[in-house]
């Protein structure tokens, strides 16, 4: 007898998928609105997951969401270019019990991802170009290896510091100048294993002021095209801000319009209160942990210089800290620096500086 196959058809039904993201393979969790499909393992490919979903559910609208982290958004954009809905949510923000937490499993994230999906409760982040993100991975390359020489720098004070040789009074400025790197390397101890010591670091310390001076280089060729040459022109007018700090505000931000409010912005700054209340106790817990560590840290540094140079901005320094501690005063100019960059990046014109008085 010859026999008869049905062809499922799920056409108007929606079909979610959660993806717990690891190196060598994902922990895949799918459900429809009625009941969970199956949670497996699968290649860190996109065409196997969605063959399957093909496969299994044809004629379905597939929705996925997967956490942001090292992966990046690569996944989100293929999965879109195959024509699949696709989230990347903040790991921060996904609900999660007390069970799931004390029994952590890929297994568990992939379903706990895929729940949250398909009862609406996860907001998606923004996801920025492919030309964006090499453009942001430029600038904060350059800001690592700042870190890293100042590390390099710490470890030669330090070295020096061990065996008690002091440094020249013109040798002790901020800045490292090649005359001071010089002068550094004829330097010498009682043993050559000391010196192959020092020499190791001030070796270092070279290579690293070349990569940056590099770096600088390719960022500063970056700001003359578009679609940064008239924004960095205008963040430029704001007091305060170098070329050096519009790249980093403008790759890291990408598009002012999706912040729809000042709040919103500062919020993704860290710029804002924490808060902790319960009933009718209320308390300010301080600056929020919640930031974007490049933007809020740069924020801060130039705040401290537009504050010795605008005349608004110091009155307004000075009114502050005179009720209140100077390091949380300057978080406030902060944020007034913040909307100035909003009115600059927004209105696309430079900023007009005004020593109209100022309220706090």
Not at 203 to 208: I, P, R, S
Not at 251 to 261: A, G, H, K, S, Y
Not at 293 to 306: Q, S
């Amino acid at each position: 007898m010859e026999k008869q196959y049905t062809r499922p058809d799920f056409s108007g039904q929606d079909i979610y998928f959660g993806i717990d993201v690891g190196l060598k393979g994902w922990k895949v969790a799918i459900m429809t609105r009625d009941l969970e499909h199956r949670v497996f393992t699968q290649p860190p490919d996109v065409s196997i997951l969605v063959n399957y979903l093909s496969r299994k559910f044809p004629g379905g609208r597939y929705h996925g969401v997967y956490e942001a982290g090292y992966s990046g958004f690569w996944i989100h954009d293929e999965i879109r270019e195959r024509g699949v809905e696709c989230m990347v949510a903040n790991p921060a923000d996904v609900p999660t019990k007390h069970k799931e937490k004390a029994h952590k499993s890929n297994r568990v994230d992939a379903r706990k991802l895929v729940r949250s999906l398909m009862n609406n409760e996860l907001d998606p982040i923004y996801v920025p170009s492919r030309r964006a993100m090499e453009d942001r991975s430029l600038t904060r390359s350059r800001c690592e290896f700042v870190k890293k020489q100042t590390r390099c720098k710490n470890q030669i004070k330090a070295l020096l510091a061990l065996y008690g040789i002091t440094l020249r009074e013109e040798e002790t400025e901020t800045y490292w100048s090649r005359k001071r790197v010089v002068y550094l390397e004829q330097l010498k101890f009682q043993r050559p294993s000391g010196d192959q010591t020092l020499k190791s670091l001030l070796e270092e310390l070279v290579f690293l002021r070349g990569t940056i001076a590099r770096l600088c280089k390719q960022i500063r060729a970056l700001a003359l095209e578009e679609p940064y040459c008239i924004s960095v022109g205008h963040l430029q007018s704001v007091c305060g801000l170098s070329m050096m700090s519009a790249m980093i505000i403008l790759t890291e931000l990408v598009d002012i319009n999706r912040f729809r409010t000042l709040d919103h912005l500062a919020s993704y700054c860290g710029l804002v209160p924490g808060e902790h209340s319960t009933g009718e106790d209320q308390t300010i817990t301080g600056i929020t942990t919640r930031r974007n560590p490049m933007l809020r840290g740069l924020l801060i540094e130039c705040a401290w210089v537009a504050a010795r140079k605008d005349p608004a901005l110091h009155q307004a320094f000075n009114k502050l800290a005179a009720r209140m501690p100077k390091n949380k005063a300057i978080i406030r100019i902060a944020r007034k620096l913040l909307n100035r960059i909003r009115f600059v990046l927004k209105n696309q014109q430079p900023y007009e500086m005004s020593i109209a008085r100022t309220t706090c």
